[in-house]
């Protein structure tokens, strides 16, 4: 959607407004007359509690060992919240942190509303020809760097190798295989074969691609979630729960989906690198030779799933902007990268690091790898995060009964058209 000139007019005044009024946070510090770094950089994490959090927290304080007089302040605030936390706080001038942990989708948009610090020419780029290509794309904004790529991600079907031995099938390849494989471990188990997350639309992402959608085309500036192969991909989601071949839920999917993963009462969910050490901690996978990882089952046109990833981003308002500058380059370092990929088989986004044996001999990084150089990218426009909220209302209701594919996919489109006011 292009802005008035009013509404740039607006941005641009916010951006001098919030660099003058800096954040709350206690922040202040900067450079001493040596040179040295001090103060205090609040960092929110959006990882996952109880597993990558705990790995993240460690690292960001350990920053403290090579600038002694700067302290990070960790705060993980929930994903489903940061998005629109941050807005509100950057908005206001009050409580925003100097370092978010962007969802790449994030980054376009804070940028576009002035609420990011360009990091063209900061220790915050360094060595940023390392940096995956897919990677950075998502950092950049109207030709300006916005943000530091820190993981990259994509998804795959994971599967319970004992339960697939035990009914005697194989990883299933494509859509058609999946519901036949289900039925067969239904048959042989009497457990379901998939567990499909029916409240957030990330996971729907891979049965569009599959059918050869998108929600829409960036470069043409058309809307695509309602044409042909986005009633298509709705009507396959509904078709699995349908038949059996998948349960799912309208709320607390992640919750749901990854308890009946790990206790072993579904054989296969859709998921990323990000899943991997929390599944671990699973009774099934005590063993961790039983989870199997494969690529998604391919729809009627193409295998595809969605570039994701999260990259760090400085406030545009830090009253450390310094320090915040060099917590962004540490936490994206070679160094730090190889811990995270190490502990947590999350991917990097540095070249460099995939060669370092801790990396290089991870099984699951060894997978997501190549399955991450075959993503789908997604439109790294300001409004790309606001795409999500009207597929997740629709793909709900199409999976609980509540709609048909068609009306779906159209309701999907109209809200698109209201968003994004000058595309086709």
Wanted: aromatic share 10%; hydrophobic share 40%; proline share 5%.
């Amino acid at each position: 959607m292009r802005r008035g000139i009013a509404a740039t007019a607006l941005v641009a005044a916010l951006g001098v407004t919030l660099a003058a009024c800096g954040s709350d946070s206690g922040s202040n510090g900067g450079s001493t007359g040596s040179g040295e770094l001090s103060g205090t950089v609040t960092w929110w994490d959006t990882s996952t509690v109880g597993s990558e959090d705990k790995v993240f927290k460690k690292v960001a304080e350990d920053f403290k060992k090579k600038h002694p007089k700067v302290t990070v302040k960790y705060v993980n605030v929930p994903f489903g919240e940061a998005q629109n936390k941050f807005k509100n706080a950057a908005q206001s001038g009050s409580g925003a942190p100097d370092v978010i942990r962007s969802e790449v989708a994030w980054t376009p948009e804070f940028a576009d509303l002035g609420y990011l610090a360009p990091l063209d020419g900061t220790p915050a780029l360094k060595d940023a020809d390392d940096f995956l290509e897919q990677a950075a794309a998502s950092t950049k904004y109207n030709g300006k760097t916005y943000a530091v790529p820190q993981v990259i991600d994509s998804m795959g079907i994971f599967y319970n190798k004992k339960i697939f031995k035990e009914a005697g099938v194989e990883v299933p390849k494509t859509i058609a295989e999946l519901k036949t494989v289900s039925a067969k471990i239904k048959e042989k188990t009497g457990k379901t074969g998939l567990y499909l997350r029916g409240d957030d639309p990330y996971w729907f992402l891979s049965f569009l691609y599959g059918e050869g959608g998108n929600l829409v085309d960036a470069e043409k500036k058309t809307i695509t979630i309602d044409n042909p192969a986005g009633v298509k991909a709705l009507a396959t989601v509904k078709d699995l729960v349908d038949s059996k071949a998948a349960i799912t839920d309208a709320t607390n999917g992640w919750d749901n989906m990854q308890a009946s993963f790990k206790d072993g009462k579904v054989a296969m969910m859709i998921n990323g690198p990000w899943a991997v050490a929390d599944t671990y901690a699973g009774k099934e996978f005590t063993d961790k030779a039983n989870l199997g990882i494969a690529p998604v089952p391919a729809g009627s046109a193409n295998q595809g799933a969605p570039q994701g990833g999260h990259n760090l981003a400085v406030y545009a308002g830090s009253k450390n902007l310094d320090a915040s500058y060099a917590f962004a380059e540490y936490m994206t370092s070679v160094e730090t990268q190889t811990t995270i990929a190490k502990e947590l088989s999350l991917l990097p986004t540095r070249e460099s690091v995939f060669i370092k044996p801790d990396v290089a001999t991870n099984e699951m990084i060894g997978f997501f790898k190549p399955v991450v150089e075959k993503a789908v990218e997604r439109p790294w426009i300001p409004e790309g995060g606001s795409l999500f909220e009207p597929v997740k209302v629709e793909y709900t209701k199409v999976l609980t009964g509540q709609t048909s594919p068609d009306a779906g996919a159209k309701a999907i489109g109209d809200s698109y058209r209201k968003l994004l006011k000058d595309w086709k």
